[in-house]
């Protein structure tokens, strides 16, 4: 088992930048794929990033490339998303979740049902 605890939301202004942490604990994390997705009221949770732990290869959401960066943290075992430029539609609950059970393509990691485990969640909001 992964345990995920996310830190990092907050209120910010539109234009500004946030930097969303995700802490994993409870197993080698080594062959783990972290992702991060989103979920605003009254919409579907979204894909947002992932990351392979031990290659440090990463996807994104083509909405949200060159904007949102995923990162990871070996020594700390924590996953970071930096937002930038942040929109206020950029509001929503963030998650962050991890895959380890079945070795999968890094393609298929955008699917919120391809992942094991998830964190509680932490609070984005964007002001206009």
């Known amino acids: 088992q992964v345990q995920l605890v996310e830190s990092g939301g907050g209120l910010v202004q539109a234009g500004g930048s946030l930097r969303l942490s995700c802490a994993a604990s409870g197993r080698t994390v080594s062959s783990v794929v972290m992702g991060w997705f989103r979920q605003a009221p009254g919409k579907e949770r979204e894909f947002v990033a992932a990351i392979r732990w031990n290659s440090g290869f990463t996807i994104y959401a083509d909405s949200l490339k060159g904007r949102f960066t995923i990162s990871r943290d070996n020594a700390k075992t924590t996953v970071y998303l930096q937002m930038n430029s942040l929109k206020p539609e950029d509001t929503a609950v963030y998650y962050c979740?991890?895959?380890?059970?079945?070795?999968?393509?890094?393609?298929?990691?955008?699917?919120?049902?391809?992942?094991?485990?998830w964190g509680q969640g932490t609070q984005v909001t964007v002001s206009s």
């Open positions: 979740a991890a895959q380890w059970t079945t070795p999968r393509p890094m393609d298929t990691m955008m699917a919120a049902d391809n992942y094991d485990a």
